[in-house]
């Protein structure tokens, strides 16, 4: 990664701009032009230095519901489970942990009927039950990595 890459990674972590021309705008915040913007970005996803580039939303400001979930899944099934848990495009997140309960997912959905509904399929469509945690007090942190 340059200067110009890391310029990039601290602008758009939370700043990415929402207009008609985003790459436009990072290209004159850095000094290059859109398609070079463009195609850092991209080079930076396909890196794995990106993971994922999208919007974030307030899923209860919105009106709908969010819980994390957690499943106790033997270690030679776990990647077929995640990828059962990573079907739903409410699903958010879906990581393995060292520990007893080793899937670990968040989901959101319209409302609680539905995600009720929803990790009940999941539990049919794997065979392990669904550890549903639901958010009692709300602990927001921002992270945001600065790169010089």
Same mark, same amino acid.
């Given at each position: 990664m340059d200067n110009t890459d890391k310029q990039i990674l601290n602008m758009i972590q939370t700043g990415f701009p929402v207009?008609?021309?985003?790459?436009?705008?990072?290209?004159r915040s850095v000094g290059i032009s859109e398609e070079e913007a463009?195609?850092?970005?991209?080079?930076?996803?396909?890196?794995?230095?990106?993971?994922?580039?999208?919007?974030?939303?307030?899923?209860?400001g919105l009106g709908w519901t969010?819980?994390?979930?957690?499943?106790?899944?033997?270690?030679?099934?776990?990647?077929?489970?995640?990828? #059962? #848990?990573?079907?739903?495009?409410?699903?958010t997140h879906n990581y393995e942990r060292d520990h007893k309960f080793n899937l670990w997912f968040t989901y959101i959905a319209p409302d609680k009927d539905t995600v009720s509904?929803?990790?009940?399929?999941i539990e049919s469509k794997t065979g392990y039950k #669904?550890?549903?945690?639901?958010?009692?007090?709300?602990?927001?942190?921002?992270?945001?990595?600065?790169?010089?």
């Open positions: 207009v008609a021309e985003p790459y436009v705008a990072i290209g463009y195609q850092r970005v991209m080079e930076l996803m396909e890196s794995g230095i990106i993971r994922r580039l999208g919007a974030s939303f307030d899923s209860r969010s819980t994390l979930c957690t499943m106790c899944i033997p270690p030679e099934k776990i990647e077929k489970c995640a990828s #059962v #848990v990573s079907e739903h495009p409410g699903v509904k929803t990790l009940k399929e #669904v550890y549903n945690l639901p958010m009692i007090k709300k602990f927001k942190i921002k992270v945001d990595f600065q790169f010089d």
